[in-house]
C-alpha cells in the first residue's frame, strides 16, 4: 500500500484495500484518512473521498517551512519538495520574483523562508488557495511577500522580474510569452512541462525559444521531477532570456 502523510492526515492511493482505518490512523499518527481520485480545472481543485475521520485541514512542515491547507479544497504535490527547496536556494539576494499559479505557496514561502529576495510576487486564482496563501505568509512571517489574487494571464504583465516560476504542467506554454515579455534582461525562468521522454532535450526549450522572439535564451539546466505517466516526465527547464 502506498501513502502520504501531508501533516497529520494520510493520503491513500487508489490501490488501498485494507479498511482497517482506525489501526492504521494509529500506527501513522494521524487524524484523518483520504483518497485524491484526481485533481482537476485551472484552479487545480482535488476530487476526494475521506475513508476516516473528518478534519481535512492540517499544517504540513516541510524544508523548515510552514504550510496550512485543506486537502478537500487544494492540492498538494508531495513529490516536489525537492524542487521547492533547489529553486529557493538559486535565488540571488534582491531579485525580484513572479510566482505564476502560485497555489499556497508551494515556491513562494521557501524562497521567502530561505533566501534574501526583494520582494517575491505570488498570483493564484483558486480563492482557497489564496486564502492559505496569505495565511503561510503570516504563519512563516515574511514581509516581502506581496500576493495577488487573480488570473496570471492578466497580472503578470503588470510586473518584471529577475526569475519567474511556472510551476503548473497543464497547458503552461500558452503562458510563456506572457512570462518571458515580464522577465528582465538577463532575468531567468524556470518552466513545468510534461513532456514525451524522446523530446525532454528538443520541445520544452523549442517552446521557449519560439516565444523568446529575437531575445537570446541559454538553457542552464533539465530538471527532472517525477514521472507523469507511462513515458512521459515531469521536467522543470531553467533558462536565462537576454
Known sequence: ???????????????YSDNNFEELSKKHNVKTIMKINHIQGTKR??????????????????????????????MWSKGNNNERLRIAKLVEDDETIIDMFAGIGYFSIPIGVHANAKVIIPIEINPNSYNFLCQNIVLNKLNNVNPILGD????????KADRI?????????????????????????????????????????ERIKAQAGDRDVELLKINKIKKYAPGVEHVVIDARIE
Do not use: Q, W
Open 45 to 74: 481543485e482535488p476530487n476526494y473521498k475521506i475513508l476516516y475521520g473528518d478534519e481535512t485541514e492540517t499544517i504540513h512542515k516541510e524544508n523548515g517551512c510552514l504550510f496550512k491547507l485543506d486537502l478537500s479544497k487544494v
Open 152 to 159: 496570471c494571464k492578466n497580472e503578470t504583465p503588470k510586473f
Open 1 to 15: 500500500m502506498k501513502y502520504k502523510k501531508i501533516g497529520d492526515i494520510l493520503i491513500l492511493d487508489n490501490k
Open 165 to 205: 516560476l511556472m510551476g503548473y504542467v497543464k497547458t503552461t506554454h500558452h503562458y510563456l510569452k506572457i512570462a518571458i515579455d515580464s522577465l528582465n534582461k538577463g532575468g531567468i525562468i524556470h518552466y513545468h512541462e510534461t513532456v514525451p521522454e524522446k523530446l525532454i532535450e528538443t520541445r520544452p526549450i
